[in-house]
């Protein structure tokens, strides 16, 4: 077809991160603002007019919130999307949808957790400690969620004073969700870092 493109990401198919790179930037637009149109159609049974979707003005390191679970490959802790339709991890260092800072803040987790041997939660037995990182760029400025299966994240001064260190107007949360829930973060936000 005239609007399918090769995706240029390598993991593209196998990585769950994203479902359109096979297609034009334009067609893409196109294709979401459908899709929010057959949302309010079949979920809501409202016919309404909808804008076309915003567009970026780039076609890929263009969105600004990052939400990437993090478990284990090879003995090393490691964050990645999900494997399209699991909860197998597929690493993932740095992905053409996102910008320069989502590769240097899941660098700067994954280091800390493989130096200081902390666990990745793990879904099927509940143990570990490090859900996801999520984190939202507004401005110039990030929000830092780390999702912990625990209260307490050790040694997260370190952790914190290196996402400060690159990112030094950054804040920094701990998130605290410890059921065995896929709900990515839970409703308990501790202040570790920087502004609200």
Known sequence: AEERVRPPCPLFGRCGGCHLQHLKYSFQILLKTKLVREAFRKV???????????????????????????????????????????????????????????????DILCNFLNEFRIRPYDERTGEGVVRHLVAREVGSTLMIVIVSARPVLPHAEVLVKRFLLKFPTSSVFLNLNDKPTNVVPGKQYQLLAGAR
């Open 44 to 106: 809501a049974k409202l016919h309404v007019r909808v804008s076309e979707c915003a567009k970026s003005g780039e076609s890929y390191h263009y969105r600004n919130k990052l939400q990437i679970p993090v478990g284990v490959a090879d003995g090393k802790a490691v964050c990645g999307f999900y494997a399209p339709d699991s909860h197998e991890i597929v690493p993932v260092r740095g992905c053409m949808l996102h910008p320069a800072w989502a590769r240097d803040l899941t």
